[in-house]
């Protein structure tokens, strides 16, 4: 799968030391490194134009599966991980890291509605 969705679970799949990437369903996915959760991407080649959408598999269970906003997703997952690794650095830096993540993202994404709300 090369679209969107796959585009977005590889974006989240490189935030470590949150996530790695995961091999699962014949898809590549991102997993979780806290709790177990795998993000997979959605097949979106039916659709007129695609959204972004990924699969959550919450702790890694088939039986609680939702689909949720990709973007929204990886936006998420960039804060946290900037969080993260910002401890114990300067706001300044943290900011900077932040940036950077989430102007990679914007990159992946391009321009979705959602994106450019949540990037104000």
Not at 1 to 15: C, F
Not at 90 to 112: K, N, P
Request: proline share 4%; aromatic share 6%; with cysteine.
């Amino acid at each position: 799968m090369t679209g969107l969705s796959q585009r977005i679970v590889d974006y989240i799949a490189e935030l470590m030391p949150l996530y790695t990437f995961q091999f699962a369903d014949g898809h590549d996915c991102a997993l979780s490194l806290t709790d177990g959760t795998l993000y997979m991407p959605v097949d979106e080649s039916g659709h007129e134009k695609e959204e972004g959408w990924v699969a959550v598999l919450w702790q890694g269970n088939a039986h609680k599966r939702s689909e949720l906003p990709g973007p929204v997703l990886a936006y998420q997952a960039a804060l946290r991980c900037a969080e993260l690794q910002g401890v114990g650095k300067l706001i300044g830096e943290v900011s900077a890291h932040r940036e950077i993540l989430l102007t990679r993202l914007q990159v992946v994404c391009g321009s979705l509605p959602h994106m450019e709300m949540m990037l104000r």
